[in-house]
């Protein structure tokens, strides 16, 4: 069984930044991927990123360098780095991760992009 937690969402000004955390638990370790998704209003679940162990990661092509993803593997947490924040980027951040064919995923933290 796997436990994620997401937090560190909220309000933001265009062009600020913001940094998320994943804490994870249970029974998962640094050859899991854990994956950032992202979901707008009114809009599908969109894959942001993935690290695999503490340094390997991969991230959608609108990502454009904004975006950092980072794992603390002591801490067990997951991280989101967003710089450069647009409206666009405004919704639901959510991470997850497979483990032996099951989707685990945290229930996710709200990030706001506004003046």
């Known amino acids: 069984q796997v436990h994620l937690v997401e937090s560190g969402g909220g309000l933001v000004q265009p062009g600020g930044s913001l940094r998320l955390s994943c804490a994870a638990s249970?029974?998962?370790?640094?050859?899991?991927?854990l994956v950032w998704y992202r979901q707008a209003p009114g809009s599908q679940r969109e894959w942001v990123g993935s690290?695999?162990?503490?340094?390997?990661?991969y991230y959608a092509d609108f990502v454009k360098g904004r975006f950092t993803i980072s794992r603390d593997l002591a801490k067990n947490t997951l991280y989101l780095e967003i710089h450069f924040l647009k409206p666009e980027d405004t919704g639901v951040y959510y991470c997850?991760?497979?483990?032996?064919?099951?989707?685990?995923w945290g229930q996710g933290t709200q990030v706001t992009v506004s003046s």
């Open positions: 997850s991760t497979n483990i032996n064919s099951r989707d685990y």
């Open positions: 249970g029974n998962l370790d640094s050859s899991n991927p």
């Open positions: 690290i695999i162990g503490s340094s390997l990661t």
